[in-house]
């Protein structure tokens, strides 16, 4: 905790920013305590969490490196931030007199590098924006989270973030080129944009992933692919929800035949209902690829996708007009938010999303006994269900899709009673069947406690990583490793 | 006392992509793969009735709830909801498209109408003032006539009075007027501030939500006939596009300037 009083901490922030860039007024102080993990305590404003003494806007690298220094000689804790759409608790200030670093208006496009295929951004650039103007020439990150609208390009990389195209694209770390950040002494590394190197181990991913527990991502080189939209091939199957473990053999069977399609989900009939409810029957899950990429690979992914499942009587093929037109209104931005919380004002109910990932062997395990665990021991459950949306090789994830109503409950109380709960079943769950507690939300504050499970012996590395990088303990204290009690 | 909801199930419109609304020469807009919703007014009068019967407990009223829809066997998950929520009675007028009765408010009225005089008479029916999608706004007051009702629009509240009546807060301009109305009565409620209806937990649903829905022809109910008076012969969107001018500059006191010059101190001077 910091050794100087909150009011020299702002004192010495306004002398290296100025006081347009240091934000004292209570009400940010106060949503800036917390992400949408609380998201229940959001809607009440009720902030249980310690309020930062400052919220502070950098505008460049040298900015952020004499706040980090600053805040490195007091031991302040300090929460780096972009878009602020964090779901994981990642964002709380865990410690008293903490100051959150906002890089949101860090937001040049630095370079688009055409020939060479990347683009090099600050690491307030908006996704959304990025990618439209991408697209107008043609080009595409290749990244799209459902969080796209919301999401900036710093946040995506320090939470290792996958969007729905990954299965061809790969996840950010799959898209990540150079980068510059700067460490808690105010040291900024630069790391150069070459396609490849086999100079020791890869350092892009003390970065990617840090989740503000190592260093503060200033900017950030991504790869560009070709945008051909006109090319896609959508594919769609529904079966029945008993045959959920078919579904997971049919997402294998693509990626074990070397077909690549940028999409591949299969949902649960529960999860189904709320996309497709116009024309899927209940008790129905699906299946959908979209094939994606040059006009002679699509047609040709299609037709083999299409003659894998042509082997599987339980699969029943759904107009793919209907699967193109579904995908087209996926994201989430601000007004969806803004509803969200209207509804859960009324209904007193409210859904969260917990993402995990498993091998071919043991995803249907996780997904089973977990979903039957949650129906068996938490209370005032209305939905429960998830679906597979990033397939590799060698296995898949799990986003689990859960609502429940709010009981007899007070907003402190509401994480505890339910939410953490239901992360405890499915982190349980997941670890003992050997999968992956956190697939591409990040580990937050949320998760962290499950840290020594998910890295076994290689928690060590975590570490000391941590303590090589961060040695005063001022990095996004909680995330990552969990504070002593 | 009897109390019959009658609710219509509709396509989520913000999911519809804008390529299907702008599509010329066509009777009808493509919203086959959007997701299905509550109406949005509707799902207020469904709460506002759950909200009654709440109110009524210790009370010496004791309400019947049941709910009416038209529509296709999808509708009929709804109907299972309310099953779960504690309505006692759900029935479904089966049609194999919303589209034929998607203008019609006579037949669906009609419908309504011979439900409650031929199959099971009611006290109360409360609907939406309107849906999202015909958008008609005629429903509530042609049942009201066909019954010989009377008939209270913008309805926002209800208690419980006792056998014979209900109390009745009603939006009217510049306030809310509130009522001791006789039963029968039709209320069509308009901008409800319980706008969104509560979700029942799975327990419920397996408890209470199994129940067969009561299914019932058009033909059984007239609404055939009704339906032949009004026919559709065309859609026309309204352009509403404006032009656009996107103010370049620097810095946010740069446009702000030029916001200033060259748009608003002409017209400020003018007042």
Redesign the interface.
């Known amino acids: 905790m910091a050794i100087i009083s909150r009011e020299q901490i702002v004192e010495g922030l306004v002398k290296i920013l100025g006081e347009e860039q240091v934000i004292t007024d209570e009400q940010v102080l106060k949503e800036s305590s917390l992400d949408r993990y609380r998201k229940y305590e959001q809607v009440c404003e009720v902030y249980t969490q310690p309020i930062p003494a400052a919220v502070v806007y950098v505008k460049d690298t040298q900015e952020v490196a004499d706040v980090l220094a600053f805040a490195n000689e007091n031991e302040i804790n300090v929460v780096p931030r972009t878009g602020h759409s964090a779901i994981e608790g990642g964002l709380e200030t865990a410690l008293k007199d903490s100051v959150v670093i906002d890089g949101s208006t860090m937001n040049k496009v630095i370079k688009v590098d055409e020939y060479n295929m990347q683009v090099t951004c600050q690491c307030g650039v908006p996704l959304q924006e990025l990618d439209d103007m991408l697209r107008e020439r043609g080009y595409t990150t290749g990244h799209s989270p459902q969080s796209k609208p919301l999401a900036q390009i710093g946040g995506l990389v320090a939470t290792r973030s996958i969007g729905q195209f990954s299965t061809l694209y790969g996840g950010i770390e799959d898209m990540i080129v150079g980068m510059e950040a700067v460490f808690p002494n105010g040291k900024i590394c630069r790391i150069k944009n070459v396609p490849r190197r086999a100079a020791g181990p890869d350092i892009r991913h003390i970065i990617c992933g840090n989740e503000g527990a190592i260093c503060f991502i200033t900017e950030v080189t991504l790869k560009l692919f070709k945008w051909q939209p006109e090319n896609n091939r959508y594919i769609g199957y529904k079966l029945d929800d008993e045959h959920m473990k078919l579904g997971f053999d049919c997402l294998r069977e693509v990626m074990v035949e070397g077909y690549r399609p940028s999409f591949a989900r299969l949902y649960d009939a529960a999860d189904a209902?709320?996309?497709?409810?116009?024309?899927l029957e209940?008790g129905k899950a699906i299946l959908i690829w979209m094939a994606e990429g040059p006009a002679n690979i699509t047609p040709a992914m299609e037709e083999g996708i299409k003659k894998l499942m042509s082997k599987h009587p339980e699969l029943e093929e759904v107009d793919p007009?209907?699967i193109e037109?579904?995908y087209?209104?996926l994201n989430w931005g601000p007004e969806e938010i803004a509803q969200e919380k209207?509804?859960i004002r009324?209904?007193?109910?409210i859904g969260i999303t917990t993402e995990v990932s498993g091998s071919w062997d043991n995803i249907y395990e996780i997904y089973k006994t977990a979903c039957d665990r949650i129906?068996e021991e938490v209370p005032?459950?209305?939905?429960?269900g998830g679906h597979s949306s990033h397939s590799y090789i060698n296995g898949t994830n799990m986003y689990f899709v859960y609502?429940y109503?709010i009981v007899d409950c007070a907003p402190e109380e509401e994480i505890n009673k339910y939410h953490d709960r239901i992360n405890q079943i499915i982190c349980e769950q997941v670890i003992k069947y050997g999968g992956s507690i956190v697939h591409h939300h990040g580990l937050g504050k949320a998760r962290a406690k499950y840290v020594t499970q998910e890295y076994g012996s290689s928690y060590y590395m975590l570490k000391t990583l941590k303590q090589a990088f961060d040695p005063n303990g001022i990095m996004n204290m909680g995330t990552l490793i969990p504070l002593r009690k | 006392m009897k109390i019959l909801g009658c609710f219509k199930v509709v396509?989520d419109l913000?999911?519809i992509?804008e390529e299907?609304w702008n599509k010329k020469n066509q009777s009808y807009v493509d919203?086959?793969?959007?997701?299905?919703v509550w109406n949005c007014f509707d799902e207020g009068a469904l709460e506002m009735m759950l909200r009654l019967s709440d109110l009524s407990e210790g009370l010496n009223v004791v309400y019947k709830l049941s709910a009416l829809t038209i529509g296709r066997q999808?509708t009929e998950?709804f109907l299972k909801t309310l099953y779960a929520l504690g309505f006692s009675e759900g029935v479904r007028i089966c049609v194999e498209t919303e589209e034929d009765i998607l203008f019609s408010p006579e037949m669906v009225s009609e419908g309504i109408a011979n439900y409650v005089k031929k199959v099971e008479e009611q006290d109360v029916i409360i609907t939406g003032i309107q849906s999202s999608d015909g958008s008609n706004k005629k429903t509530p007051y042609l049942l009201a006539e066909k019954l010989e009702w009377p008939c209270i629009t913008q309805v926002v509240g209800m208690e419980p009075m006792d056998e014979d009546h209900l109390q009745v807060t009603a939006q009217v301009p510049g306030g809310y007027m509130v009522r001791q109305v006789k039963t029968p009565c039709v209320l069509a409620v308009g901008n409800a501030p319980?706008?969104?209806?509560?979700?029942?937990?799975?327990?419920d649903k397996m408890k209470l939500g199994k129940r067969p829905v009561t299914q019932l022809m058009p033909e059984e109910l007239g609404m055939v006939e009704a339906g032949e008076s009004v026919q559709l012969i065309g859609l026309n969107p309204i352009d509403r596009k404006r032009n656009t001018v996107i103010i370049e500059g620097d810095s946010p006191e740069e446009k702000a300037r030029h916001l200033y010059e060259k748009y608003l101190k002409g017209r400020l001077s003018m007042l």
């Open positions: 209902q709320q996309h497709f409810s116009a024309w209940e007009a209907l037109k579904w087209s209104g209207e509804e009324a209904t007193q109910n129906l005032d459950m209305t939905l429960m609502y109503n | 396509p913000d999911l992509v299907d919203t086959g793969y959007a997701k299905l999808k998950g319980c706008a969104y209806l509560r979700i029942p937990t799975l327990k």
